[in-house]
Each structure stands twice: as structure tokens, then as C-alpha cells.
């Protein structure tokens, strides 16, 4: 294994990388790109219009939103959703982000294979997509029921939900689908020892309750999502 092979998990790839084409403003690892144009067209075929809303996300953007979070900039929520006072206490501030955020450098959406997704058609003229369960069990329901019948029957061309209820402390995300050969290759490279070196030079909100408690956030976070 190359250190580059290592480090792309991490998300230190450039979107400028020929790795990347980019599909309605987002950037999708083009290893992915024919399967996610068959599953657009077999979508098609029953009226959804497969749009993506996010795809590779680089460490630097993820680490960016993780510390607006922690400083305020950015609302915090709570597991309802609901918008929540800032805590004191550093480690509790890391778990109150971690609910709706994912941890620098092991966010799903470093790997290239994993693509927020929703139904163009079903987006009322100028609607801002917010990625809410509401939306996936209001507006976007039929697609999200389409992409279900097509996972369970095998005809969703390698794509697959990751964050579903009962796997690890993620909130479930009806609308983050990855394409699993491609993302296993990627993981095949991480390392939590990388990881944890990454943080240790990283100017990071909360390093020392990462630092502490790293291994129980694998478990948690990070290796229930390794499938
Ligand atoms: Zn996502």
C-alpha cells in the first residue's frame, strides 16, 4: 500500500484530482460514476429524477464544519433536531456534535463512494433541500421506497444505506447511499492510529476528549459503518 492509498481514506484527495468528475455541482470518485449513471437511469424509467446533494467531502471541509459547530458559529442540535445551548464541558460538546456531524477524517463522505441523494422531481420550484427525515418520509417517500425495492431485489448496481437504525450511534440517513465495492477498497487503508496522528497535529475543537476517547468513538462511529 502506497501513503497515498493510506491517505485518501482520510479524505487528503483534491477535488482537482482526475479521481473526481464533478455531477450537479458535487464531486463523485469516477470509479463510482457508471454505476451511480445506471441506478439515475433505472430511477428514471419510474419518474425519479436521482439528484445528488453532496458526494467526496475533503478532510479540510469536514474538519472546518466540525469546529464551527463547536464554537458557535454553526447551531448545535439535538437528537430531535432541535437547535441547543452550547455545553461547558468539552467532551459532552463532542457528543452533541457527533449526533448530526461525523468525525474529521472518518466521515463516510471522505471515501468518494458515498453520495447524499434525492429525487429532483419531487422538489418544489426553488425548494432548499434541508436532508431531513421529514423530507424522506414526506416529499421524497416514493423515491426512497423505489431505492429500497431496489436495494432488497439486488438491481441498485452496488449502491447501499449505510447509517440504518439499530448500526452504531449515527443518526439513520434514508438519503446517504454508497456504493459498497468501491467504498470497501477505500477502507481497506484506515487506520486508527493514523487517525489519531492526524489529531494530534490537527488544530481540532474538542482534541483532547477525541484524543481520550478515540477507541470508544471507533466502536461507536467508525467501525459500524465498515461494511
Ligand atoms: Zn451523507
Known amino acids: 500500500m502506497t501513503d497515498n492509498a ?11 484530482s482526475s479521481d473526481f468528475v464533478n455531477v450537479d455541482g458535487c464531486f463523485v470518485d469516477k470509479e463510482v460514476l457508471p454505476f451511480y449513471n445506471k441506478l439515475k437511469e433505472r ?3 419510474d419518474g425519479f429524477a436521482l439528484r445528488l446533494e453532496s458526494g467526496y ?32 464541558d468539552e467532551e459532552k460538546l ?3 456534535i457527533l449526533t448530526w456531524s461525523a468525525l474529521p477524517g472518518a466521515s ?14 419531487a ?10 427525515p421529514a423530507e424522506c418520509n414526506g416529499m421524497f417517500a416514493p ?16 449502491f447501499s444505506r449505510v447509517f440504518v437504525p439499530g448500526r452504531g450511534k449515527i443518526q439513520p440517513e434514508q438519503w446517504h447511499i454508497a456504493h459498497l465495492p468501491t467504498s470497501r477498497k477505500r477502507l481497506e487503508n484506515f487506520s486508527l492510529t493514523e487517525l489519531r496522528r492526524i489529531y494530534e497535529r490537527t488544530d481540532i475543537a474538542c482534541k483532547s476528549a477525541l484524543l481520550d476517547n478515540l477507541d470508544r468513538l471507533a ?7 465498515f461494511i
Open 6 to 16: 493510506m491517505m485518501d481514506c482520510f479524505g487528503f484527495r483534491s477535488v482537482e
Open 143 to 158: 423515491f426512497h421506497q423505489k431505492l429500497t425495492q431496489l436495494m432488497d431485489s439486488g438491481d441498485a448496481f452496488g
Open 43 to 45: 430511477l428514471a424509467e
Open 57 to 88: 467531502r475533503p478532510f479540510e471541509r469536514q474538519l472546518s464544519i466540525w469546529n464551527r459547530k463547536a464554537s458557535g458559529e454553526l447551531k448545535l442540535l439535538d437528537a430531535n433536531g432541535v437547535p441547543m445551548e452550547r455545553p461547558a
Open 94 to 96: 463532542m457528543y452533541v
Open 108 to 121: 463516510r463522505h471522505h471515501l468518494g463512494s458515498d453520495l447524499d441523494v434525492v429525487d429532483g422531481n
Open 123 to 132: 422538489c418544489p420550484e426553488g425548494y432548499e433541500v434541508q436532508l431531513t
Open 219 to 225: 466502536e461507536d462511529y467508525i467501525y459500524p459503518y
